[in-house]
């Protein structure tokens, strides 16, 4: 008999096939409280679709474009100096199903995505675009940029400049779309962004715009926003201006070049360059002397979808680690009966559970705040850096931890966690490291005092926002976690009046993260245990 038909002895469970939205049954649950009973009704099947394409044939292709990064071509074959970036089809492909097929970058602004009369609200967008992330989180980037720049190009533009190019923004169809980006970084200007050096030189009813931007994703993106200096403005981020710079004017290309592409860690099939600005033509964005507030709305809205990238991660994390541990067998048992491994699983479920809830209490605030209601503006100015800080961070941990209940397998490329784990490390960096987001939680509470309108009515929130009120910059970080999980536990006590496994989630939350106790006395976690299952609890 040859060796390739025996059989494996206890293989290494395999997951390819699964339908993570079935699979993740307390999501479908929760959605019921986030979003218009007819909305939920009417987006069921399509989740249910999505869960079944990202447990399968996306997974397959964000592989297969991991494996292929882009390859960034400077001239035609006829010999026109003539950029182009080379994508491989697979990723290609992910873009279709993003972009064009469920529409995830319009929905917010227009009527008739995924056959529903109205623009979609935030949770609609994210329930979708968390289960797409399971699979694939390169083109999340591209995909929240698009979305970003539709919304604060509505909210900021020229009508005239809105009408030209917002029609592109929300287009399904891929010969249509344009994509957006955002040129911010530079070298000597990263988080400090008042530091920024590109030059604005006024030229008619345009400008045109000097300088190199050393961080850029979705480099050939149709249209990006642009911050830059104006000859002449004051320093800092109060003389900064933002623009709209199209990639072509008039069928030629305008004057940039991307003068390479990045070898990253994650995130290899999405690419990501150095942009050279060269005279390019630009129209400005709003008012001139605020630049950088209109651009924090982009910020905002990116680092929510950063938020929301982290909690599928660790979903996708959790989810592969339960399989695992359900069907794996070890010692005679299997993995999910053993003592230790029940603990290692309930802390990656706390973390994925924590960015969920913080992500959709956030989503709901949103939307009030778009209708005008300015308490939930407030909050959502603190939730946003509050979930990016924290969940970016827990999703590292959490995305590791999985890992090694695969074991040696986990950190072989062809199973997805080392995927995950790669990935998972750029949400700690984009749109802000750690420490300046946390120093951005304090910001909101100084300058917005957002904590009046933050679930004071819990005593832990109450709590951790007395310390935050009184925190210096030293510690920020302290302060933010403390807050984080505090707004995370009162959040899932307020689900768990509807899903009362939630609310043990939030026992689970204070037990872990906000009570004090002995180093050294054992922490009995038994009465959590039924959580493993994933099925509805007692009340």
């Known amino acids: 008999?040859?060796?390739?038909?025996?059989?494996?002895?206890?293989?290494?469970?395999?997951?390819?096939?699964?339908?993570?939205?079935?699979?993740?049954?307390?999501?479908?649950?929760?959605?019921?409280?986030?979003?218009?009973?007819?909305?939920?009704?009417?987006?069921?099947?399509?989740?249910?679709?999505?869960?079944?394409?990202?447990?399968?044939?996306?997974?397959?292709?964000?592989?297969?474009?991991?494996?292929?990064?882009?390859?960034?071509?400077?001239?035609?074959?006829?010999?026109?100096?003539?950029?182009?970036?080379?994508?491989?089809?697979?990723?290609?492909?992910?873009?279709?199903?993003?972009?064009?097929?469920?529409?995830?970058?319009?929905?917010?602004?227009?009527?008739?995505?995924?056959?529903?009369?109205?623009?979609?609200?935030?949770?609609?967008?994210?329930?979708?675009?968390?289960?797409?992330?399971?699979?694939?989180?390169?083109?999340?980037?591209?995909?929240?940029?698009?979305?970003?720049?539709?919304?604060?190009?509505?909210?900021?533009?020229?009508?005239?400049?809105?009408?030209?190019?917002?029609?592109?923004?929300?287009?399904?169809?891929?010969?249509?779309?344009?994509?957006?980006?955002?040129?911010?970084?530079?070298?000597?200007?990263?988080?400090?962004?008042?530091?920024?050096?590109?030059?604005?030189?006024?030229?008619?009813?345009?400008?045109?715009?000097?300088?190199?931007?050393?961080?850029?994703?979705?480099?050939?993106?149709?249209?990006?926003?642009?911050?830059a200096r104006p000859d002449g403005a004051a320093a800092g981020t109060k003389g900064l201006s933002l623009f709209l710079l199209p990639k072509d004017i008039s069928g030629k290309r305008n004057s940039y070049r991307i003068i390479r592409l990045k070898e990253k860690l994650g995130t290899r099939g999405m690419a990501s360059g150095e942009i050279r600005l060269e005279g390019a033509l630009a129209y400005l964005v709003g008012d001139p002397a605020r630049g950088f507030v209109q651009m924090a709305d982009m910020i905002n809205l990116s680092r929510l979808s950063n938020g929301m990238r982290a909690a599928g991660l660790m979903r996708r994390a959790l989810t592969e680690a339960l399989f695992v541990a359900r069907n794996r067998i070890a010692f005679g048992k299997r993995l999910v009966e053993l003592p230790l491994m029940k603990r290692q699983l309930l802390k990656i479920m706390l973390s994925a559970e924590c960015a969920r809830s913080v992500l959709f209490y956030a989503s709901k605030n949103l939307e009030e705040a778009d209708n005008g209601n300015d308490e939930a503006r407030r909050r959502v100015r603190l939730l946003t850096p509050l979930l990016k800080f924290r969940a970016c961070r827990d999703a590292r941990k959490a995305t590791g931890d999985a890992m090694e209940v695969r074991g040696g397998c986990g950190y072989i490329e062809e199973w997805p966690d080392a995927r995950l784990l790669r990935d998972a490390h750029l949400g700690s960096i984009w749109e802000g490291t750690s420490n300046i987001v946390a120093l951005d939680v304090l910001r909101a509470i100084r300058k917005e005092g957002s904590l009046d309108v933050l679930l004071q009515n819990d005593a832990e929130v109450r709590k951790a926002s007395a310390f935050a009120q009184t925190a210096s910059d030293a510690h920020a970080r302290q302060a933010a976690t403390n807050l984080y999980y505090a707004v995370a536990a009162a959040i899932l006590k307020q689900e768990g009046e509807q899903l009362p496994r939630r609310k043990l989630l939030s026992e689970l939350v204070r037990t872990h993260k906000l009570e004090t106790r002995d180093p050294y006395a054992a922490l009995d976690d038994a009465k959590f245990e039924p959580l493993l299952d994933e099925q509805p609890v007692a009340a």
């Open 1 to 227: 008999m040859r060796s390739e038909n025996l059989p494996v002895a206890n293989a290494v469970p395999d997951s390819r096939g699964l339908n993570l939205y079935e699979a993740d049954p307390d999501f479908d649950s929760l959605l019921s409280i986030y979003l218009p009973r007819d909305l939920y009704a009417h987006l069921r099947p399509r989740l249910r679709r999505l869960g079944a394409l990202a447990g399968s044939a996306l997974d397959e292709l964000a592989a297969t474009a991991d494996r292929n990064p882009p390859v960034l071509h400077y001239r035609t074959r006829g010999g026109e100096d003539r950029q182009a970036i080379e994508k491989h089809p697979a990723y290609r492909r992910l873009e279709e199903v993003a972009f064009s097929e469920f529409g995830l970058a319009a929905m917010s602004h227009r009527p008739g995505v995924l056959g529903w009369p109205k623009p979609m609200p935030p949770a609609a967008k994210y329930a979708l675009s968390y289960l797409f992330v399971q699979a694939e989180f390169g083109v999340c980037c591209p995909l929240s940029m698009t979305d970003a720049l539709a919304r604060t190009l509505s909210k900021h533009g020229d009508p005239a400049l809105v009408a030209q190019h917002l029609p592109g923004l929300v287009s399904q169809d891929m010969d249509e779309l344009t994509q957006g980006a955002m040129f911010m970084t530079e070298q000597g200007a990263g988080s400090d962004v008042g530091a920024t050096a590109t030059r604005a030189v006024k030229e008619g009813d345009a400008w045109r715009l000097y300088g190199d931007k050393w961080f850029c994703s979705n480099p050939d993106a149709g249209l990006a926003l642009v911050l």
